[in-house]
């Protein structure tokens, strides 16, 4: 219970560091102005003819790849540059406590960006009567892969003192963790190169995009659940060790 | 309370702590001396858990801090080196989150971040983004969070650094003060601290103890400790040189300054240094031997710290040269 209330105090103070700077409307506005942009330029929301969101949430994997590492760069860098990682560390609580805490932060900053994308599921209400269960799973489709992307920053971000850097470091990571199952690649993999299919779809099965088509059809899979719980788990322990070794010198 | 044991730390090839014992009981207050880049940061680092020891133990309040981390850090308050603090925070949110993260809720919370506040001088800051502080104010705000949980043990690492002449005097009130319930560490390298502050003082140099002792016992090995000043009238310097030379307790005669009026000097005691004999002996036989003079000051010297920290500290063949 104690371990909570750490997370909780680790947690509110990060939460209240993204509110406190300018930088996190700006991202909010951002993403809300580029989520229009793609649903309904690019993904053809009223050309489809039909009452879904599909064309919205097939351009998150995307949208996330340059904005969730935004929003997580700082979140171990900062504490680097500044020094205050000393302070954090040497409080009572586990390095795993001030980890989990500062991930919830920036996930739940992410979780209400997309929260503000809610008049864009009354539209279709209201146009139309889409499969709201599709637009739920879709949803939490959409957070899990947000947390996933973002988990890998928080390990990038603790690399390096430098948030451009870690910013870097983690587009190009998430970047294969979608190229590796996007169709376009993995055609190129089966076709061009003459790799088995059996291997193809190992290397597919690692991607983000795989994963993710699940939830966009409605299908809320226990495999998909699972492998981003396991990215998350995986990069944050990473995290952990990378944080560690610096300690240690 | 504190409980240091061989403790040892090694970044690459270099050793930057090396082979650290002592131990800091409540009610002392413990003078961290010695050059930039002795070790001293490294230690406290090691202490406070944030850096892992190569080698040796830390123990405080009886928690082994690599074994038992999460109690021995609640007893610590710590005052990093450039007391760095989030500087995305008011100094009333940052002191609150300190507040909480030591366990601290509601009104006992308020009452902390009050009672910090009034003695650390922030009321004027209050409400103002850490970001904006001058520099003595930012100090004094991290120097907040370390005693937001009234700790039992203090770790300050160059509490006084970037302050003014004043800050520094309130500082080291507010530690003298705190050190009669604590058990306190903390850093220097400014030795009239030391005198101002300390109980007890341990020099470390290239990352192993040099000197350990309470500042009176630190200041008797210095070279001058117990040799006596005189400045006299009414005779030259080498005349007082060679007068003074006879005498069976005498080592040696440097003259100072000799001017038209008056010649100053100092005289070494023949068990000089360390192990210096009752000072008293050598003064009295200057004066007996001045007759004919005028004594116009004659004193024994205490000895210096920053003669005995640089003797102790300086690089041999420094040492020469200087000489
Ligand atoms: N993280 C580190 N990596 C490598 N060397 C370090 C590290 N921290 C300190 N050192 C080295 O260890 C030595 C002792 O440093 P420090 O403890 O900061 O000295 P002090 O605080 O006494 O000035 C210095 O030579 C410093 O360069
Ligand atoms: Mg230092």
Redesign the pocket.
């Given at each position: 219970m104690n371990a909570w209330a750490n997370i909780r105090t680790i947690a509110k103070r990060e939460l209240s560091a993204y509110f406190a700077s300018p930088v996190a409307y700006v991202v909010i506005v951002i993403f809300l102005l580029l989520t229009g942009f793609f649903t309904f330029m690019l993904g053809g929301f009223f050309e489809r003819g039909e009452a879904s969101l599909v064309s919205f949430f097939l351009w998150h994997p995307w949208l996330y790849l340059f904005l969730v590492p935004a929003v997580g760069m700082r979140l171990w860098s900062e504490e680097r540059r500044q020094g205050t990682m000393e302070l954090l560390l040497t409080m009572p609580i586990t390095p795993w406590q001030a980890i989990v805490g500062k991930f919830l932060a920036s996930w739940l900053f992410l979780a209400i960006a997309l929260a503000l994308t809610f008049p864009i599921a009354c539209t279709v209400n209201y146009l139309g009567s889409p499969d709201n269960g599709v637009i739920f799973g879709s949803y939490v489709g959409s957070l899990l892969l947000a947390g996933s992307y973002l988990a890998v920053s928080s390990m990038t971000s603790a690399m390096t003192r430098n948030q451009v850097i870690s910013f870097i470091i983690s587009v190009v990571i998430c970047f294969l963790l979608i190229l590796v199952g996007y169709p376009p690649v993995t055609t190129f993999l089966y076709h061009t190169l003459g790799f088995g299919q059996w291997f193809v779809e190992t290397v597919a099965s690692f991607s983000v995009m795989t994963h993710f088509e699940g939830f966009q059809k409605g299908i809320l899979d226990s495999r998909d659940l699972i492998f981003f719980l396991s990215i998350m788990v995986f990069a944050l322990f990473t995290t952990g060790v990378i944080i560690r070794g610096h300690r240690a010198? | 309370m504190i409980t240091v044991q061989n403790l040892a730390k090694t970044?690459?090839t270099?050793r930057?702590v090396d082979g650290i014992s002592f131990s800091v009981e409540r009610g002392e207050v413990l003078g961290f001396l010695?050059p930039?880049?002795?070790?001293?940061?490294?230690?406290m680092r090691m202490i406070t858990g944030f850096i892992p020891p190569s080698g040796g133990t830390v123990s405080v309040g009886g928690f082994d801090m690599e074994e038992n981390p999460i109690p021995a850090k609640r007893l610590i308050g710590y005052l990093p080196?450039n007391a760095p603090a989030y500087t995305d925070m008011t100094v009333h949110g940052f002191l609150s989150f300190a507040a909480e993260i030591r366990g601290l809720r509601g009104e006992a919370k308020q009452k902390a971040v009050n009672r910090v506040v009034e003695m650390c001088f922030l009321e004027a800051v209050l409400h103002q983004s850490v970001d904006t502080l001058s520099k003595g104010y930012r100090h004094r705000t991290c120097f907040a969070q370390s005693i937001i949980h009234d700790p039992d043990v203090l770790i300050l690492d160059e509490p006084t650094d970037g302050l003014d002449p004043n800050q520094k005097h309130e500082v080291r009130t507010l530690i003298r003060k705190m050190g009669e319930k604590k058990a306190i560490i903390f850093?220097t390298h400014i030795l009239e601290e030391v005198d101002a502050v300390c109980s007890r003082a341990i020099i470390i140099d290239r990352g192993k103890i040099v000197a350990n002792g309470t500042p009176q016992q630190l200041r008797q090995k210095s070279d001058w400790a117990g040799a006596v000043t005189l400045r006299v009238n009414g005779i030259n310097g080498s005349a007082l040189n060679q007068k003074l030379s006879q005498l069976s307790t005498v080592k040696k005669v440097v003259v100072l300054k000799e001017e038209a009026t008056s010649v100053t000097a100092r005289i070494f005691p023949k068990t000089g240094g360390p192990n210096a004999a009752p000072s008293g002996a050598l003064a009295q036989s200057i004066a007996d031997a001045a007759q004919g003079w005028r004594i116009e000051e004659l004193h024994t010297e205490e000895g210096r710290l920053d003669d005995v920290f640089r003797n102790i500290t300086m690089p041999d063949t420094v040492k020469e040269e200087t000489k």
């Amino acid at each position: 219970m104690n371990a909570w209330a750490n997370i909780r105090t680790i947690a509110k103070r990060e939460l209240s560091a993204y509110f406190a700077s300018p930088v996190a409307y700006v991202v909010i506005v951002i993403f809300l102005l580029l989520t229009g942009f793609f649903t309904f330029m690019l993904g053809g929301f009223f050309e489809r003819g039909e009452a879904s969101l599909v064309s919205f949430f097939l351009w998150h994997p995307w949208l996330y790849l340059f904005l969730v590492p935004a929003v997580g760069m700082r979140l171990w860098s900062e504490e680097r540059r500044q020094g205050t990682m000393e302070l954090l560390l040497t409080m009572p609580i586990t390095p795993w406590q001030a980890i989990v805490g500062k991930f919830l932060a920036s996930w739940l900053f992410l979780a209400i960006a997309l929260a503000l994308t809610f008049p864009i599921a009354c539209t279709v209400n209201y146009l139309g009567s889409p499969d709201n269960g599709v637009i739920f799973g879709s949803y939490v489709g959409s957070l899990l892969l947000a947390g996933s992307y973002l988990a890998v920053s928080s390990m990038t971000s603790a690399m390096t003192r430098n948030q451009v850097i870690s910013f870097i470091i983690s587009v190009v990571i998430c970047f294969l963790l979608i190229l590796v199952g996007y169709p376009p690649v993995t055609t190129f993999l089966y076709h061009t190169l003459g790799f088995g299919q059996w291997f193809v779809e190992t290397v597919a099965s690692f991607s983000v995009m795989t994963h993710f088509e699940g939830f966009q059809k409605g299908i809320l899979d226990s495999r998909d659940l699972i492998f981003f719980l396991s990215i998350m788990v995986f990069a944050l322990f990473t995290t952990g060790v990378i944080i560690r070794g610096h300690r240690a010198g | 309370m504190i409980t240091v044991q061989n403790l040892a730390k090694t970044f690459g090839t270099k050793r930057a702590v090396d082979g650290i014992s002592f131990s800091v009981e409540r009610g002392e207050v413990l003078g961290f001396l010695g050059p930039n880049g002795a070790g001293k940061s490294t230690t406290m680092r090691m202490i406070t858990g944030f850096i892992p020891p190569s080698g040796g133990t830390v123990s405080v309040g009886g928690f082994d801090m690599e074994e038992n981390p999460i109690p021995a850090k609640r007893l610590i308050g710590y005052l990093p080196e450039n007391a760095p603090a989030y500087t995305d925070m008011t100094v009333h949110g940052f002191l609150s989150f300190a507040a909480e993260i030591r366990g601290l809720r509601g009104e006992a919370k308020q009452k902390a971040v009050n009672r910090v506040v009034e003695m650390c001088f922030l009321e004027a800051v209050l409400h103002q983004s850490v970001d904006t502080l001058s520099k003595g104010y930012r100090h004094r705000t991290c120097f907040a969070q370390s005693i937001i949980h009234d700790p039992d043990v203090l770790i300050l690492d160059e509490p006084t650094d970037g302050l003014d002449p004043n800050q520094k005097h309130e500082v080291r009130t507010l530690i003298r003060k705190m050190g009669e319930k604590k058990a306190i560490i903390f850093s220097t390298h400014i030795l009239e601290e030391v005198d101002a502050v300390c109980s007890r003082a341990i020099i470390i140099d290239r990352g192993k103890i040099v000197a350990n002792g309470t500042p009176q016992q630190l200041r008797q090995k210095s070279d001058w400790a117990g040799a006596v000043t005189l400045r006299v009238n009414g005779i030259n310097g080498s005349a007082l040189n060679q007068k003074l030379s006879q005498l069976s307790t005498v080592k040696k005669v440097v003259v100072l300054k000799e001017e038209a009026t008056s010649v100053t000097a100092r005289i070494f005691p023949k068990t000089g240094g360390p192990n210096a004999a009752p000072s008293g002996a050598l003064a009295q036989s200057i004066a007996d031997a001045a007759q004919g003079w005028r004594i116009e000051e004659l004193h024994t010297e205490e000895g210096r710290l920053d003669d005995v920290f640089r003797n102790i500290t300086m690089p041999d063949t420094v040492k020469e040269e200087t000489k």
